[in-house]
């Protein structure tokens, strides 16, 4: 949301923790006018087209959709306000770049991520409670491995599937990914990999703004952004399926637009009314525990 108005930028930084949360801006130029940060747009469907003053010091972030233009001494003030600012695709279906400082400006999350992910007790811990956000409820004593829970969300997964595939009346034929030729797919199979990559830049965006450490997933291991996989996958029976199943029944009754294109645009759109980025950033403080008002923050 924005504000019309003077503002005025104070020397005196806020505290993240009393701040709001994202401000989203798309269309327009953020730049520096007459002392004063102000995104000028030609208008979108949520903003009517003017020249917005931003309350920096109310915002812990900003995040530049698509046809937005930064000035250098827009960045300068946002930094010395430590505003952080993301590029992100339309509504966060993608992350191209995260300026520094970003995120909140006390270090508690990432410590107690990194702790937790250390100790080998804690760690399977952590992982059983992801799993169990993903099963709606506890899980049996017995699954304390990863290789028990993985079984287990397989088995859940594929009535999953099964269920989606029915409701959303889409001929399902098992998941298929062909890395070395993905678009020899199904469309099914096309659309959830491109809702997933929609996911994982959300998730991105999630870990980016809490200041966790994005290649210190507790299941994912091998990649720089396994935490972010992590943290996407809560999400995905829940969001990322359907909306891969809904992409693909409107696609089977209106062609238009190549599958990756309707599959995008209603995961931005879902992203956006679900609010699930900021989902994504409170689940990630519950799984850590942490408080952001901690005086050990």
């Known amino acids: 949301m924005v504000f019309k108005g003077r503002l005025g930028l ?28 102000v995104f000028s747009t030609a208008g979108t469907d949520e903003l009517e087209a003017g020249a917005y003053e931003i309350p920096l010091q109310q915002v812990s972030n900003v995040l530049l959709g698509p046809g937005t233009v930064i000035s250098h001494d827009a960045l300068r003030i946002l930094a010395r306000q430590q505003t952080g600012v993301l590029a ?26 990194a702790k937790l992910w250390a100790d080998e007790e804690k760690r399977i811990k952590i992982i059983r409670k992801m ?14 491995d990863i290789n028990s829970l993985r079984g287990m969300e397989g088995k859940r997964m594929k009535k999953v599937y099964k269920s989606l595939a029915g409701q959303y009346g889409v001929t399902w034929n098992g998941r298929r990914y062909d ?20 996911s994982y830049a959300a998730a991105q965006i999630a870990v980016a703004l809490t200041g966790t450490l994005p290649q210190l997933g507790f299941i994912h291991e091998s990649s720089g952004r396994a935490f972010a996989l992590d943290i996407a996958d809560l999400f995905r029976s829940s969001i990322m399926l359907p909306i891969a199943f809904e992409a693909t029944k409107k696609y089977s009754r209106q062609k238009g637009d190549s599958i990756e294109t309707q599959a995008r645009i209603l995961a931005g ?29």
Do not use: C
């Open 10 to 37: 104070e020397t005196a930084r806020v505290p993240h923790s009393d701040r709001h949360g994202l401000m989203w801006l798309e269309r327009g130029r953020l730049a520096v006018e007459s002392g004063n940060l």
């Open 88 to 113: 992100i695709g339309s509504n966060g279906v993608r992350l191209y770049a995260a300026s520094m400082p970003f995120g909140p400006d006390r270090s508690a999350l990432a410590r107690k991520q």
């Open 131 to 144: 799993y169990a956000f993903r099963f709606d409820g506890a899980l049996p004593d017995y699954a304390r």
């Open 179 to 198: 890395r070395q030729n993905p678009e020899s797919n199904d469309t099914i199979n096309k659309a959830i990999n491109h809702v997933a990559t929609a």
């Open 269 to 297: 759109q879902i992203f956006r009314k679900d609010n699930v980025i900021p989902q994504m950033i409170d689940q990630i403080k519950e799984m850590l525990d942490v408080d952001d008002n901690s005086d050990n923050a």
